[in-house]
Nanobody, 127 residues
Framework: QVQLVESGGGLVQAGGSLRLSCAASGRTLGVYSLGWFRQAPGKEREFVVAISNSGSRTNYADSVKGRFSISRDNAKNTMYLQTNSLKPEDTAIYYC????????????????????WGKGTLVTVSS
C-alpha cells in the first residue's frame, strides 16, 4: 500500500518557479512508475509528465516541455516536479500518482490510470 502527499504549491507570478514534492509511505516506491497530473478550474484532469520505475524513460505533455522537469529520489520516498517559466494557464491543482511496474508507465501516459493518487496541491500563477 502506498499513500501519496503533495506539497510545495502556492501563489507565484508569471515567469516564476515552484518545486512540487510528492512524499510516499512504504518502502517499495522504486517499483512504481510515477506521474503528475493537473486539473484547472472548470476543466478535466490533464496529464503532465510520467517517469518509469527505473527512471530511464520520461514522457512530458507538449504544454510543459522545456519548462517542467520530473525527478525521483527513491531513498527518500519522494518525487519532485520542478516548474519553471510558469504561465497563468498552469494554474491548477497538481496531483501525483503511482502505477505499478514498467506497465504502469504506459498506463499513466496512455490512459491516465494509476493505482494510487495524492489529494493534490494548488498552484496559482498570476499575470
Amino acid at each position: 500500500q502506498v499513500q501519496l502527499v503533495e506539497s510545495g504549491g502556492g501563489l507565484v507570478q508569471a515567469g516564476g518557479s515552484l518545486r512540487l514534492s510528492c512524499a510516499a509511505s512504504g518502502r517499495t516506491l522504486g517499483v512504481y512508475s510515477l506521474g503528475w497530473f493537473r486539473q484547472a478550474p472548470g476543466k478535466e484532469r490533464e496529464f503532465v509528465v510520467a517517469i518509469s520505475n527505473s527512471g530511464s524513460r520520461t514522457n512530458y505533455a507538449d504544454s510543459v516541455k522545456g519548462r517542467f522537469s520530473i525527478s525521483r529520489d527513491n531513498a527518500k520516498n519522494t518525487m519532485y516536479l520542478q516548474t519553471n517559466s510558469l504561465k497563468p494557464e498552469d494554474t491548477a491543482i497538481y496531483y501525483c500518482a503511482a502505477a505499478f511496474g514498467v506497465a504502469g508507465f504506459d498506463r499513466l501516459v496512455r490512459v491516465h490510470s494509476a493505482d494510487y493518487w495524492g489529494k493534490g496541491t494548488l498552484v496559482t500563477v498570476s499575470s
